[in-house]
């Protein structure tokens, strides 16, 4: 399986930047204006479900990134950059880099 990019790897690079910029802007505005701990977030039963809809989503990627891989940048890479700005940014980030990675 390949993958195909459909449009300019610019457009790519913008929607996950902007991805990065805005979630974790609110999420770390709400973090440090409310005051609240990371203990709170992870006992908030609205935040729970969320949180762990988001690793199994990272977990299932990673697993079929690195079962099929899509190119020559590892699955971890994946893992690394959900993990520092969410599926939302690491999905348009990965295509990113496999749309690099095959120019180069």
Do not use: H, K, Q
């Not at 390949?2 to 991805?19: D, E, H, I, K, Q």
């Not at 203990?39 to 697993?63: G, H, K």
């Not at 891989?69 to 990113?96: I, S």
């Amino acid at each position: 399986m390949s993958w195909t990019v459909t449009g300019p790897p610019r457009v790519l690079l913008a929607v996950a930047v902007a991805s990065f910029v805005a979630v974790n802007w609110l999420f770390f505005a709400w973090l440090f204006g409310s005051g609240a701990s990371w203990r709170e977030l992870a006992s908030d039963r609205l935040a729970a479900p969320f949180m762990l809809d988001s690793l199994v989503a990272i977990a299932a990627l990673a697993v079929y990134f690195a079962c099929r891989p899509p190119g020559r940048v590892r699955w971890w890479w994946f893992v690394v950059l959900a993990f520092a700005g969410g599926v939302g940014f690491a999905v348009p980030a990965y295509w990113w880099l496999e749309s690099r990675s095959r120019r180069a």
